[in-house]
């Protein structure tokens, strides 16, 4: 029986077929291929060949079944990153920390709160949706942060508030401050008799 990492263990190629029956993987690490394009190389000139030649077959009916190539518009509305958005109460949507402003569609704007779908294609385009349909913006500035309103309020110097005198009562010794103890007497606690 062969051990589980045994190449022949669960092959589709039957025993005896060599390394050329062997996956693509395997030989590639037997030839100490170490990058993606000497992977590429190989697999174009040495391993597709053989394979393609081992395992190509006549078709039974002359018919071509495969469907035409899509469009390229058909392509470029299937090959975009959708990220769903809520627009604001000012009809900004921010999108990877950037800002948009969403414009009027005849005299009218999607409603605050509406969700959008915010379409990004790989060479940078954007494209903001509302219901299926595309709608138009324009990048705006975001907000100042709040921090930054806060160090200018900072810098601006609060005046600080005045010192009490030395003989200001808040500098006394407290128990200076009891009426008793002027007199030097504590006063009593009458006990009440019933």
């Not at 030989?27 to 060949?49: D, G, Q, S, V």
């Not at 299926?132 to 930054?148: C, D, K, Q, T």
Request: aromatic share 8%.
């Amino acid at each position: 029986m062969p051990a589980p990492g045994d190449s022949h263990h669960g092959s589709q190629f039957a025993a005896g077929e060599g390394a050329s029956g062997e996956k693509p993987r395997h030989e590639i690490r037997l030839k100490k291929i170490k990058t993606h394009a000497e992977a590429n190389l190989f697999l174009e000139k040495e391993y597709l060949p053989e394979h393609n030649r081992r395992f190509r077959r006549n078709p039974a009916q002359p018919e071509d079944y495969h469907r035409a190539a899509p469009r390229a518009a058909e392509l470029e509305d299937v090959f975009h990153l959708e990220t769903g958005r809520v627009l604001g109460n000012d009809w900004v949507v921010r999108h990877d920390n950037r800002y948009f402003q969403v414009q009027a569609q005849s005299r009218q704007y999607a409603p605050a709160k509406g969700k959008v779908t915010v379409c990004e294609w790989e060479d940078g385009r954007l494209q903001i949706r509302y219901r299926g349909r595309a709608v138009s913006w324009e990048e705006i500035p975001g907000p100042v942060p709040a921090e930054a309103v806060r160090t200018s309020e900072a810098k601006a110097k609060k005046p600080k508030p005045p010192t009490p005198k030395a003989d200001h009562p808040w500098r006394q010794d407290y128990r200076k401050m009891r009426p008793w103890s002027k007199l030097g007497q504590v006063p009593r606690i009458q006990e009440m008799s019933g």
